[in-house]
């Protein structure tokens, strides 16, 4: 059966793809290789340890306090808890990274919100 012009562009350009397939996956390695020749050449020259890892640094607690009141997740459908969660992660996460981070409080958290965050991470018990 006859082929046409674009079936047989597109087989031609799939054969390549496949012949190229073992160049790609040793350039990929190369690529890795180097890179992980370039990490341990900075680490070897940086005595300070694993630069990857961020150094404690003094922390200034400040004074301002946030708090999220939690008490209308029952006002709202699972899609915005979810959301609402995803939020709250974030600005923990962020809070811990700050150079001055602040008070963080959670109120009136159960319901939806905490079943969700029980479900999706296990971790948030252990917060400060």
Same mark, same amino acid.
């Given at each position: =059966?006859p %082929?046409s012009?674009?079936?047989r562009?597109? &087989? &031609?350009?799939?054969?390549?793809w !496949?012949?190229?397939?073992?160049?790609?996956?040793?350039?990929?390695? =190369?690529?890795?290789?180097?890179?992980?020749?370039?990490?341990q /050449? +900075? /680490?070897?020259?940086n005595?300070? #340890?694993n630069?990857r890892k961020?150094m404690r640094? !003094?922390?200034?607690p400040s004074t301002?306090? &946030?708090i999220?009141d939690? /008490?209308?997740d029952?006002?709202m459908?699972l @899609?915005d808890?979810? +959301?609402?969660?995803k939020?709250?992660?974030?600005?923990y996460a962020e809070?811990r990274k700050?150079?001055h981070p602040?008070?963080?409080?959670?109120t /009136?958290?159960g319901g939806? &919100? @905490?079943s969700? %965050?029980n =479900?999706?991470?296990? #971790?948030?018990?252990?917060w400060?």
């Amino acid at each position: =059966e006859p %082929m046409s012009k674009r079936q047989r562009k597109k &087989l &031609l350009k799939q054969k390549q793809w !496949e012949e190229q397939k073992d160049l790609r996956r040793q350039k990929r390695k =190369e690529k890795r290789q180097k890179r992980k020749l370039e990490r341990q /050449s +900075k /680490s070897e020259t940086n005595n300070e #340890g694993n630069d990857r890892k961020r150094m404690r640094r !003094e922390v200034v607690p400040s004074t301002l306090r &946030l708090i999220v009141d939690c /008490s209308f997740d029952d006002l709202m459908v699972l @899609k915005d808890v979810k +959301k609402l969660h995803k939020q709250i992660q974030r600005c923990y996460a962020e809070n811990r990274k700050a150079f001055h981070p602040v008070q963080f409080y959670l109120t /009136s958290h159960g319901g939806q &919100l @905490k079943s969700n %965050m029980n =479900e999706n991470d296990k #971790g948030w018990v252990n917060w400060k």
